[in-house]
Every structure is written in C-alpha cells, then in structure tokens.
C-alpha cells in the first residue's frame, strides 16, 4: 500500500488533503489511492443540503456542523460552485463560527467547481465524498445551489437530502410544484426570523398532504440559521432520517442506486474519452457539419463515432 495512503488511514490531515487534490485531478495517482481506499468508505452519513441561490445553505452547513461539533462527532464538508465558496456568505455572515470551524481539527473543508465536461455535477464530487467518509468522518456534508439537475444528482449522493427554502420568496413552491419536493428527506424554512415563515410552513404541509398516503411525509423545520436556532432539532430529525432508512431496507436501496448510477456513469465517461481520443477533429468537424446540414442524422453520425473504438 501507498505510504501516502497508510499515513491517511492514520489520520494524517495532510494526507487527506493530498488524496483529495489527486483525486481532483483525475490522474492516475488518485484513482490509485482510491481503489485502496475504497473499502474504507461507507460510514458515513451523507448530508445533502440544497436549496436556491443564498436560501442560508452556506450558514445553515456552518450551524449544523458546530453543532455536530457540541455533540463530539467530526465531519467533512463540500461546497459544490465555484461561485460560492465558504469566503462568501458564511464566512462574512458568520465569520467566527466559520473561522473556529476551520481551525478545528475535527471539520475538514473544500470548496469544489461544480460543473464537470458533461454538464451536472462533476465527476469527482462522488470520488471526494468517498475520501472524506474513508478518512473516518462521522458526517460529511454537501453543499449545492439547487437548479433542478443538480438536486436530483445530490439526492443519489446524499443519504438524507435538506431542501432549504426562506419565507416571502415564492420561488420555492413553484421549485417544489415541478416535483423538487420529491428528493428531499427534510424541507427546512430558514430565515425563520423573517415574516412569512409560519405561512410558508403551512403551504409547505399542504403540498406535502397530496403526496400519496403511506409515503414517508418529510419533516418541516424551521431554522434561523444566522443565529443558530433550530440547529439541534435538524440534527436530531437527520438522526431519525438514518434510522428510519436503516429499519426500512431503504438505506441498502439506495447505496445500491448510488452505486449503479456511478458505474454506469464513469462507464459513460469512459467510452466518451475513448471515442474522443479515436476520432480526429476533421472527421468530428465533417460529421458535424453533414448533421447540421441536415445531411446525416445525429444518430447516424455517433454510430460513426462509436464505429471508431467499438468494432
Ligand atoms: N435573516 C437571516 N439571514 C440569514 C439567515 N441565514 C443566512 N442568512 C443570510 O443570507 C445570506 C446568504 O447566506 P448564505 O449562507 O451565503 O446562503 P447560500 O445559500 O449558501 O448562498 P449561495 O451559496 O451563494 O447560494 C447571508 O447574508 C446570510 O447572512 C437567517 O437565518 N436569517
Ligand atoms: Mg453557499
């Protein structure tokens, strides 16, 4: 086994930090450590916490995380967008909490890019995730702005999935009309310290109340998060999220989806690099240029590609 490896079975946090970039950069290394770590993975409970642009997700995974912290447990936190890493609005909302968590030995954090070359979340997101849960973290927390796709793939990643909406915006239920609702294990109405939040929590029982009967009813909470009140009852309701996917059989369901829609995936990628790597950029050009023109239809035409690496 890689030393590098040995010392992040250790606990090494510089080890850890290394792995992470490695497997960032999709390089051979990386792949390398995380076959090796791989068995390692699959302790942890997995939070996904979505929402739109500034709903408090940033402050709100800062909360929960100190937190978890008050209750002896260790966590690993990912913020998926470039757009908003942890300088933006928790460090400036809440720039002591944020800074004594960066500080403390039992928070890791990394901000990622949120886009791989196909669009949705990157890739290397699931692989990251892995290496956090490996290293022996009790929670690992993902952050990302909702915008339809992206909270659906967080939900196949995440073992409980928090859908955080704010009073007075009326975005939300249009969100969860075209069935966003259906991803998330907890609704949370942050910015409960702004009117409307009761309102919202009864239209959101509501549009819950025509889910089909014996579904599982996702909780509603309300939480402030700029102030770190409601934080214990969101922990205490994503505990009774785990036992209830554990009694259920859920919980085995789920990581065998995980699992398929990530091989299925890189598998996807695979051939794509292939195809990519058989195919000239004159012949890609030509194809093109006779699909636009309507001259060959696009089916036609990545056959032809296809053709190149699968004979
Ligand atoms: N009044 C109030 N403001 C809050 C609360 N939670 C967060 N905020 C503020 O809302 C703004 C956005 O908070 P963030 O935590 O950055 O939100 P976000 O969802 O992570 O934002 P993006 O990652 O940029 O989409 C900041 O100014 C926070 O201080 C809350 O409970 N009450
Ligand atoms: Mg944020």
Avoid at 72 to 89: E, M, N, Q, Y
């Amino acid at each position: 086994m890689d030393e590098l490896v040995e010392r992040f079975l250790a606990g090494d946090r510089r080890a850890l930090a290394r792995i992470i970039s490695r497997v960032e950069s999709e390089s051979g290394e990386g792949r390398e450590c995380l076959r090796q770590l791989y068995p390692h993975s699959g302790k942890a409970h997995i939070i996904g916490i979505t929402g739109g642009a500034g709903a408090g997700k940033s402050t709100l995974t800062g909360a929960l995380a100190a937190e978890y912290r008050r209750r002896g447990k260790t966590l690993g936190i990912v913020a998926v967008d470039p757009s908003s890493p942890f300088t933006h609005g928790a460090i400036l909302g809440d720039r002591i909490r944020m800074q004594e968590l960066t500080l403390d030995p039992g928070v890791y954090m990394r901000s990622m890019a949120g886009r791989g070359a196909l669009g949705g979340l990157a890739p290397t997101i699931d692989d990251v995730v892995a290496v956090m849960d490996a290293f022996g973290f009790d929670y690992v927390i993902i952050e990302t702005v909702g915008a339809g796709q992206d909270e659906v793939e967080i939900a196949g990643l995440a073992l409980t999935t928090i859908l955080v909406n704010n009073p007075g915006t009326g975005d939300d239920i249009q969100a969860l009309k075209a069935g966003i609702i259906e991803i998330a294990d907890i609704l949370v109405v942050n910015k409960a310290d702004h009117p409307g939040a009761d309102v919202l929590v009864s239209q959101l029982q509501a549009l819950l109340s025509l889910a089909p009967a014996g579904a599982r009813r996702p909780p509603i909470l309300k939480t402030t998060a700029l102030k770190a009140e409601g934080l214990a009852e969101l922990a205490d309701a994503i505990g009774e999220h785990g036992a209830y996917l554990a009694q259920s059989g859920e919980l085995e369901r789920r990581r065998a989806d995980d699992a398929r829609q990530q091989v299925l995936s890189i598998a996807r990628q695979i051939l794509l690099e292939r195809i990519r790597a058989a195919t000239s950029e004159e012949e890609l050009a030509e194809l093109v240029l006779r699909v636009a023109a309507r001259k060959l239809d696009p089916h036609s035409a990545a056959e032809q590609l296809a053709g190149n690496v699968l004979r």
